[in-house]
T-cell receptor, first 109, second 111 residues
Framework: QQKVQQSPESLTVSEGAMASLNCTFS??????FRWYRQHSAKGLEVLVS????GEKEEGRFTAHLNRANLHVSLHIREPQPSDSAVYLC?????????FGSGTKLTVEP | EAAVTQSPRNKVAVTGGKVTLSCNQT?????MYWYRQDTGHGLRLIHY???????EKGDIPDGYKASRPSQENFSLILELATPSQTSVYFC??????????FGKGTRLTVV
């Protein structure tokens, strides 16, 4: 069973500064990882899916995967107040997604 | 466009009552999932299914049953609802290797 841990629990950044979120997982057999954004307990919006070691960029969102270190990160370039939300990391094992507990991001104007 | 529809969106139930949460997907995905979300826990997997007629236990199945009568429909059943089952429930569908799509969630309050 995959265990996913996210850090920090909450993060406050100023508008325009880089925001960095982290995720570690327990089982190295996962073959893909996703970052989701959730505004105020609403639906989940997938931001980036990454399947191999290295970097994957989707607009202002960049994911970095290092499977040897069981680590995936998300970097948000030039965050805006509208990016304030909960960010969830998920690891996929055998067609099942396992989620971390989330990072609450606040972007201050 | 991929679509996962949950009903109802909000539900108030009494302790000991039976609750059924329904999910419909038009994506022709084999896999469907039920999660619950509570503060500090992210999304936790309750039950999932690989196709019509199949159900599998997730990480927290106690107190819940699931039913997959067809490719499109996946239900979550609380036979005897308890206040600890007050939560937001999300249904999702996904194909082999494809993206997973989530419904908008059902807010369940058990009083």
């Amino acid at each position: 069973q995959q265990k996913v841990q996210q850090s920090p629990e909450s993060l406050t950044v100023s508008e325009g500064a880089m925001a960095s979120l982290n995720c570690t997982f327990s089982d190295g057999t996962s073959n893909n990882f996703r970052w989701y954004r959730q505004h105020s307990a609403k639906g989940l919006e997938v931001l980036v899916s990454i399947f191999s070691d290295g970097e994957k960029e989707e607009g202002r969102f960049t994911a970095h995967l290092n499977r040897a270190n069981l680590h995936v990160s998300l970097h948000i370039r030039e965050p805006q107040p509208s990016d304030s939300a909960v960010y969830l990391c998920a690891a996929r094992n055998y067609n099942v997604l396992y989620f971390g507990s989330g990072t609450k991001l606040t972007v201050e104007p | 466009e991929a679509a996962v529809t949950q009903s109802p969106r909000n539900k108030v139930a009494v302790t000991g009552g039976k609750v059924t949460l329904s999910c419909n997907q038009t994506n022709n995905h084999n896999n469907m999932y039920w999660y619950r979300q509570d503060t500090g826990h992210g999304l936790r997997l309750i039950h999932y299914s690989y196709g019509a007629g199949s159900t599998e236990k997730g990480d927290i199945p106690d107190g819940y049953k699931a039913s997959r009568p067809s490719q499109e429909n996946f239900s979550l059943i609380l036979e005897l609802a308890t206040p600890s089952q007050t939560s937001v429930y999300f249904c999702a569908s996904g194909g082999r290797g494809s993206e997973v799509f989530f419904g908008k969630g059902t807010r369940l309050t058990v009083v």
